[in-house]
């Protein structure tokens, strides 16, 4: 059984940053591609970016170079650097972990304010 538990959502304002992290329990972090998704009110739940086992990467278009997801496997952690942030971003994210199967972290709210 794999837990993941995200930190670092908050209330920030338009161009300002923040860095959000999911910490993974279990020996197969490594194994696992990791992701970011976000859910707006009244949205659908949608891919921001994707870090495989061997660190490549993928994000959606509207964050492609204002975030960065990295991840630390001596950590089990993966973060997500978010630049350049606008009001749009507002959302709860959420950390996927894929192997054989798909497990959710509970999300963290980030709000950002125009």
């Known amino acids: 059984q794999v837990q993941l538990v995200e930190s670092g959502g908050g209330l920030v304002q338009a161009g300002e940053s923040l860095r959000l992290s999911c910490a993974a329990s279990?020996?197969?972090?490594?194994?696992?591609?990791m992701g970011w998704y976000r859910q707006a009110p009244g949205k659908q739940r949608d891919m921001v970016a994707t870090?495989?086992?061997?660190?490549?990467?993928k994000y959606a278009d509207s964050v492609k170079g204002r975030f960065t997801i990295s991840r630390d496997n001596a950590k089990n952690t993966v973060y997500l650097q978010m630049n350049s942030l606008k009001p749009e971003d507002t959302a709860v994210y959420f950390c996927?972990?894929?192997?054989?199967?798909?497990?959710w972290g509970q999300g963290t709210q980030v709000t950002i304010s125009s």
């Open positions: 996927k972990g894929r192997w054989l199967e798909d497990y």
């Open positions: 279990g020996s197969i972090f490594t194994s696992m591609t």
């Open positions: 870090i495989s086992s061997g660190g490549s990467t």
